[in-house]
């Protein structure tokens, strides 16, 4: 039961442009959401997040976009950069059993070309 | 943010074999997570290591197969037992300073080969 989805397992655009990552989810107990970004041979590391109480937050170049109604969470970088190219999970938390874990998507490789 | 030491980085190891891998983190810190990443697959919950008391897993992972130890707030491990290919994979620890919802902080991973 794959709870947070990610259905695009790659992206790619060109340097400059938006990048948008999208993200699925079916437990309508989660109420808090993160995206991180993973390079390969490291850990994933926290990239910005979101509460269900918010329907966006912005942190530079990154924002992230939460429509509660569809279950679905979007992450738009502006402008992109090659720097920007790694995998992107999306993560939701909540609900009373969950405690404080994290529920992860598959992953988006994500590709910007100079 | 907290900074988080995984060993090892990588290792080969044979069926049937035992491995522990260490997390260290640079500071004190509330919660802290094993995960395990297959290839290919998402990262997976595998148990919530509880200070000086036995981890809480995951559905479908049991304590032989992965006991946990977390004898203070900066330290843990995690041993894979009896390994089979099938348990190749990168396994994560990750560390939260409080208890509720808030970013996890994750160690490089160590990358297992079980041949």
């Known amino acids: 039961d794959q709870q947070v989805k990610q259905n695009s397992p790659s992206l790619s655009v060109q340097e400059g442009r938006i990048s948008i990552l999208n993200c699925d989810y079916t437990n309508s107990m989660f109420d808090y959401f993160l995206w991180y970004k993973k390079y390969p041979a490291e850990g994933p590391t926290f990239l910005i997040s979101?509460?269900?109480?918010?329907d966006k937050n912005e942190d530079g170049r990154f924002t992230v976009f939460l429509n509660k109604s569809a279950k679905h969470l979007s992450l738009h970088i502006v402008p992109s950069q090659p720097g920007d190219s790694a995998v992107y999970f999306c993560a939701a938390s909540g609900g009373e059993t969950s405690g404080s874990r994290l529920t992860f998507g598959e992953g988006t490789q994500l590709t910007v070309n100079p | 943010s907290a900074v988080i030491s995984q060993k090892p980085s990588r290792d080969i190891c044979q069926r049937g074999t035992s491995l522990t891998i260490q997390c260290q983190v640079d500071s004190q810190v509330t919660m802290m997570f094993w995960y395990r990443q297959q290839p290919g697959q998402s990262l997976t919950l595998i148990a919530t290591?509880?200070?000086?008391?036995?981890?809480?897993?995951e559905s479908g992972f049991v304590i032989d197969k992965f006991p946990i130890s977390r004898p203070n707030l900066t330290f843990s491990t995690l041993t894979v037992s009896n390994m089979s290919p099938e348990d190749s994979s990168i396994y994560l620890c990750?560390?939260?300073?409080?208890?509720?919802?808030?970013?996890?902080?994750f160690g490089e991973g160590s990358r297992l080969t079980v041949l």
């Open positions: 990750s560390a939260r300073r409080g208890v509720g919802t808030g970013e996890l902080f």
């Open positions: 979101i509460s269900s109480i918010k």
């Open positions: 290591a509880n200070q000086g008391s036995e981890a809480t897993y």
